[in-house]
Protein backbone atom coordinates (compact mmCIF):
# COMPACT_ATOMS: atom_id res chain seq x y z
CA UNK A 1 0.00 0.00 0.00
CA UNK A 2 1.10 3.51 -0.99
CA UNK A 3 1.14 6.05 1.78
CA UNK A 4 -0.89 8.81 0.59
CA UNK A 5 -7.93 16.27 3.39
CA UNK A 6 -11.22 18.32 0.98
CA UNK A 7 -13.25 21.17 1.53
CA UNK A 8 -13.78 23.93 4.40
CA UNK A 9 -17.08 24.31 5.21
CA UNK A 10 -19.65 23.18 2.92
CA UNK A 11 -20.24 26.76 2.84
CA UNK A 12 -17.47 28.52 3.39
CA UNK A 13 -16.78 32.26 4.56
CA UNK A 14 -13.76 34.94 4.45
CA UNK A 15 -10.62 33.18 3.27
CA UNK A 16 -10.64 29.87 4.34
CA UNK A 17 -12.48 27.77 1.60
CA UNK A 18 -10.94 25.10 0.30
CA UNK A 19 -8.77 24.87 -3.40
CA UNK A 20 -11.00 21.84 -4.42
CA UNK A 21 -14.06 23.24 -3.64
CA UNK A 22 -13.45 26.48 -6.08
CA UNK A 23 -11.65 24.29 -8.86
CA UNK A 24 -11.02 25.95 -12.15
CA UNK A 25 -10.50 25.09 -15.45
CA UNK A 26 -9.65 28.46 -16.04
CA UNK A 27 -5.55 28.13 -16.34
CA UNK A 28 -4.04 30.73 -13.09
CA UNK A 29 -2.44 34.44 -14.29
CA UNK A 30 0.83 32.80 -12.93
CA UNK A 31 3.14 30.27 -14.26
CA UNK A 32 2.42 27.08 -12.87
CA UNK A 33 5.71 24.79 -11.82
CA UNK A 34 5.22 21.19 -13.03
CA UNK A 35 4.27 18.00 -11.11
CA UNK A 36 7.38 16.54 -9.59
CA UNK A 37 9.02 13.47 -11.77
CA UNK A 38 9.22 11.61 -8.44
CA UNK A 39 5.19 11.47 -8.33
CA UNK A 40 4.98 8.92 -11.01
CA UNK A 41 3.05 8.68 -14.16
CA UNK A 42 -0.10 7.47 -14.89
CA UNK A 43 -2.06 6.85 -18.19
CA UNK A 44 -0.86 9.53 -21.09
CA UNK A 45 2.41 9.90 -18.93
CA UNK A 46 0.38 12.27 -16.48
CA UNK A 47 1.79 12.43 -12.93
CA UNK A 48 0.31 10.04 -10.01
CA UNK A 49 -0.56 12.62 -7.21
CA UNK A 50 -0.79 10.45 -4.65
CA UNK A 51 2.75 10.10 -3.70
CA UNK A 52 2.63 14.08 -3.05
CA UNK A 53 -0.56 13.91 -1.49
CA UNK A 54 1.08 11.41 1.05
CA UNK A 55 3.72 14.15 1.75
CA UNK A 56 1.34 16.51 2.41
CA UNK A 57 -0.98 14.42 4.61
CA UNK A 58 2.44 13.25 6.49
CA UNK A 59 3.40 16.86 7.21
CA UNK A 60 -0.51 17.54 8.66
CA UNK A 61 0.28 13.92 10.92
CA UNK A 62 3.24 15.54 12.41
CA UNK A 63 2.08 19.25 13.21
CA UNK A 64 -1.45 16.78 14.77
CA UNK A 65 0.98 14.82 16.88
CA UNK A 66 2.77 18.61 18.07
CA UNK A 67 -0.69 19.73 18.90
CA UNK A 68 -1.32 20.25 22.74
CA UNK A 69 -4.27 20.47 24.40
CA UNK A 70 -3.93 23.68 25.76
CA UNK A 71 -3.80 24.76 22.04
CA UNK A 72 -7.07 23.84 21.27
CA UNK A 73 -8.64 27.27 21.42
CA UNK A 74 -5.74 28.75 19.75
CA UNK A 75 -7.18 31.04 16.68
CA UNK A 76 -5.88 30.22 13.33
CA UNK A 77 -5.48 31.65 9.68
CA UNK A 78 -8.68 30.48 8.61
CA UNK A 79 -10.91 33.44 10.43
CA UNK A 80 -13.30 31.32 11.37
CA UNK A 81 -11.79 27.95 12.74
CA UNK A 82 -9.74 27.68 16.38
CA UNK A 83 -7.31 24.95 16.55
CA UNK A 84 -9.58 22.36 17.76
CA UNK A 85 -12.15 23.14 14.81
CA UNK A 86 -9.18 23.16 12.54
CA UNK A 87 -8.69 19.51 13.49
CA UNK A 88 -12.31 18.53 13.21
CA UNK A 89 -12.20 19.42 9.77
CA UNK A 90 -8.82 17.82 8.66
CA UNK A 91 -10.17 14.52 9.98
CA UNK A 92 -13.22 15.45 8.18
CA UNK A 93 -11.34 15.99 4.87
CA UNK A 94 -9.63 12.74 5.23
CA UNK A 95 -12.86 10.54 5.99
CA UNK A 96 -15.05 12.56 2.79
CA UNK A 97 -12.09 12.09 0.26
CA UNK A 98 -12.45 8.66 1.29
CA UNK A 99 -16.12 8.23 0.66
CA UNK A 100 -16.43 10.27 -2.78
CA UNK A 101 -12.58 7.96 -4.01
CA UNK A 102 -15.11 5.17 -3.87
CA UNK A 103 -18.06 6.20 -5.53
CA UNK A 104 -19.66 8.38 -2.86
CA UNK A 105 -21.33 11.65 -2.90
CA UNK A 106 -19.84 13.92 -1.01
CA UNK A 107 -22.62 15.53 1.31
CA UNK A 108 -22.87 12.11 2.93
CA UNK A 109 -20.32 12.91 5.08
CA UNK A 110 -19.97 16.13 7.17
CA UNK A 111 -17.13 19.00 6.50
CA UNK A 112 -16.62 19.20 10.17
CA UNK A 113 -16.29 16.63 12.76
CA UNK A 114 -17.22 17.49 16.84
CA UNK A 115 -17.14 14.98 18.87
CA UNK A 116 -13.64 14.25 19.62
CA UNK A 117 -12.67 13.79 22.83
CA UNK A 118 -9.70 16.79 23.35
CA UNK A 119 -6.84 14.39 23.75
CA UNK A 120 -8.17 12.15 21.27
CA UNK A 121 -7.21 14.32 17.83
CA UNK A 122 -3.93 12.15 17.18
CA UNK A 123 -5.56 8.65 17.64
CA UNK A 124 -8.83 10.09 15.20
CA UNK A 125 -6.73 11.86 12.87
CA UNK A 126 -4.26 8.42 12.40
CA UNK A 127 -7.59 6.36 11.73
CA UNK A 128 -8.86 8.10 9.41
CA UNK A 129 -5.59 8.42 7.86
CA UNK A 130 -5.24 4.39 7.42
CA UNK A 131 -8.68 4.37 5.62
CA UNK A 132 -8.11 6.96 3.49
CA UNK A 133 -4.44 5.05 2.78
CA UNK A 134 -6.62 1.86 1.20
CA UNK A 135 -9.42 3.99 -0.31
CA UNK A 136 -7.06 5.82 -2.56
CA UNK A 137 -4.98 2.40 -2.98
CA UNK A 138 -7.53 0.70 -4.79
CA UNK A 139 -6.70 -0.13 -8.55
CA UNK A 140 -7.90 2.26 -10.95
CA UNK A 141 -9.29 5.12 -8.46
CA UNK A 142 -6.76 7.59 -10.57
CA UNK A 143 -9.20 7.66 -13.54
CA UNK A 144 -12.23 7.42 -11.52
CA UNK A 145 -14.87 10.28 -11.34
CA UNK A 146 -14.89 12.17 -7.99
CA UNK A 147 -17.90 13.99 -7.08
CA UNK A 148 -17.13 17.20 -5.39
CA UNK A 149 -19.28 19.89 -3.92
CA UNK A 150 -17.96 21.76 -6.96
CA UNK A 151 -18.48 19.08 -9.27
CA UNK A 152 -17.66 15.95 -11.34
CA UNK A 153 -13.92 15.57 -11.77
CA UNK A 154 -11.28 12.45 -12.60
CA UNK A 155 -9.87 11.70 -9.66
CA UNK A 156 -6.12 12.23 -10.80
CA UNK A 157 -7.04 16.20 -11.23
CA UNK A 158 -9.12 15.90 -7.86
CA UNK A 159 -5.99 14.58 -5.79
CA UNK A 160 -3.88 17.26 -7.30
CA UNK A 161 -6.64 19.59 -5.81
CA UNK A 162 -6.33 17.69 -2.40
CA UNK A 163 -2.43 18.01 -2.06
CA UNK A 164 -2.84 22.29 -2.10
CA UNK A 165 -5.45 22.13 0.93
CA UNK A 166 -3.44 20.10 2.46
CA UNK A 167 -0.60 21.94 2.18
CA UNK A 168 -2.49 24.96 3.32
CA UNK A 169 -3.59 23.88 6.06
CA UNK A 170 -0.46 22.23 7.23
CA UNK A 171 0.92 26.28 7.30
CA UNK A 172 -2.96 27.36 9.18
CA UNK A 173 -2.15 24.78 11.91
CA UNK A 174 1.67 25.25 12.18
CA UNK A 175 1.39 28.87 12.60
CA UNK A 176 -1.67 28.67 15.14
CA UNK A 177 0.59 26.24 17.22
CA UNK A 178 3.74 28.03 15.98
CA UNK A 179 5.46 24.78 14.58
CA UNK A 180 6.45 26.45 11.44
CA UNK A 181 9.64 24.36 12.24
CA UNK A 182 8.03 21.63 10.92
CA UNK A 183 7.08 22.40 8.04
CA UNK A 184 8.34 21.13 4.41
CA UNK A 185 8.92 24.59 1.65
CA UNK A 186 9.69 21.90 -1.44
CA UNK A 187 6.37 20.21 -0.69
CA UNK A 188 5.04 24.22 -1.45
CA UNK A 189 6.81 24.80 -3.70
CA UNK A 190 5.57 21.63 -6.22
CA UNK A 191 2.13 22.35 -4.17
CA UNK A 192 1.80 25.94 -6.15
CA UNK A 193 1.36 24.98 -9.18
CA UNK A 194 -1.36 22.95 -9.03
CA UNK A 195 -2.72 25.08 -6.43
CA UNK A 196 -2.76 28.29 -9.20
CA UNK A 197 -4.22 25.96 -11.69
CA UNK A 198 -7.29 25.24 -9.66
CA UNK A 199 -7.75 28.27 -8.02
CA UNK A 200 -7.56 31.47 -10.55
CA UNK A 201 -6.73 35.10 -9.25
CA UNK A 202 -9.99 36.36 -10.25
CA UNK A 203 -12.42 36.47 -9.32
CA UNK A 204 -12.50 36.29 -5.13
CA UNK A 205 -14.80 36.72 -2.90
CA UNK A 206 -18.56 36.03 -2.82
CA UNK A 207 -18.74 32.26 -4.30
CA UNK A 208 -15.31 32.20 -4.42
CA UNK A 209 -14.52 32.02 -0.75
CA UNK A 210 -11.08 33.46 -0.90
CA UNK A 211 -9.84 36.88 0.01
CA UNK A 212 -7.33 38.79 -2.76
CA UNK A 213 -4.27 37.55 -3.92
CA UNK A 214 -1.36 38.85 -1.16
CA UNK A 215 1.37 40.14 -3.03
CA UNK A 216 4.68 38.46 -1.76
CA UNK A 217 7.80 38.39 -3.54
CA UNK A 218 9.13 36.42 -6.43
CA UNK A 219 11.90 34.82 -4.40
CA UNK A 220 9.87 35.14 -1.20
CA UNK A 221 9.86 31.45 0.41
CA UNK A 222 7.51 28.82 -1.51
CA UNK A 223 5.24 28.60 1.36
CA UNK A 224 4.82 32.42 1.76
CA UNK A 225 3.54 32.69 -1.66
CA UNK A 226 1.47 29.16 -1.44
CA UNK A 227 -0.74 30.85 1.09
CA UNK A 228 -0.77 34.33 -0.22
CA UNK A 229 -2.57 33.12 -3.19
CA UNK A 230 -5.34 31.60 -1.28
CA UNK A 231 -5.55 35.23 0.76
CA UNK A 232 -3.46 34.17 3.76
CA UNK A 233 -1.15 36.48 5.05
CA UNK A 234 2.46 34.57 4.96
CA UNK A 235 3.42 36.91 8.30
CA UNK A 236 0.20 36.08 10.31
CA UNK A 237 0.22 35.35 14.28
CA UNK A 238 -2.24 35.03 16.61
CA UNK A 239 -2.07 38.36 17.47
CA UNK A 240 -3.49 39.35 14.05
CA UNK A 241 -6.71 37.60 15.05
Known amino acids: MYRVSESAHDKPTGNQ ?3 MTQTSRTEATTPASAAPATAGSGAGGAPDPRPLFARALDQLGRLVASVRVDDLDRPTPCTDYTVRQLLGHLVAVERRVAHISRGGQPFDVTSLVTDVP ?7 WTTARGELDAALSQAGV ?8 AGTFPGRQAIFAYVGEAAVHGWDLAAAIGRQD ?3 DSLAAVSLGPLTQF ?3 QPRGGHIPFGPVVDVPADAPAYDRLVGWVGRDPHWTTGTT
Open 182 to 184: LLD
Open 17 to 19: GDA
Open 118 to 124: DDDWLEV
Open 142 to 149: LERTFVHP
Open 199 to 201: LPA
